[in-house]
Nanobody
Framework: QIHLAESGGDLVQPGGSLRLSCAVSPGAFEIALMGWYRQGPGEQREMVADISPAGGTRYTTSVKGRFLISRDKDKNMLYLQMDNLKLEDTAVYYC?????????WGQGTQVTVSS
């Protein structure tokens, strides 16, 4: 069982920045692909970014160059730095352990980009 708890969602203007945080069960980084997913209004959930146990990262095309996934193993924290936010980034963001739309999920945190 891997427990995940997101925080950091907020209302932000277009072009602004936010950093999402996810508290992760100790040891999860060593065994699981960790990632951020999002689900916008009326949309399917999509993978935003993930990081492998070895540290390799992947991003969905629409966020490349704007978002950065990182982790702090000592603090058991997963982060998503989001810069130059756009209206279409509005969604509930979920932390995931396991990858491929499977495994364990947090409760989600709302990010709203609006002027």
């Amino acid at each position: 069982q891997i427990h995940l708890a997101e925080s950091g969602g907020d209302l932000v203007q277009p072009g602004g920045s936010l950093r999402l945080s996810c508290a992760v069960s100790p040891g999860a980084f060593e065994i699981a692909l960790m990632g951020w997913y999002r689900q916008g209004p009326g949309e399917q959930r999509e993978m935003v970014a993930d990081i492998s146990p070895a540290g390799g990262t992947r991003y969905t095309t629409s966020v490349k160059g704007r978002f950065l996934i990182s982790r702090d193993k000592d603090k058991n924290m997963l982060y998503l730095q989001m810069d130059n936010l756009k209206l279409e980034d509005t969604a509930v963001y979920y932390c995931n352990a396991g990858g491929d739309y499977k495994g364990f999920w947090g409760q989600g945190t709302q990010v709203t980009v609006s002027s």
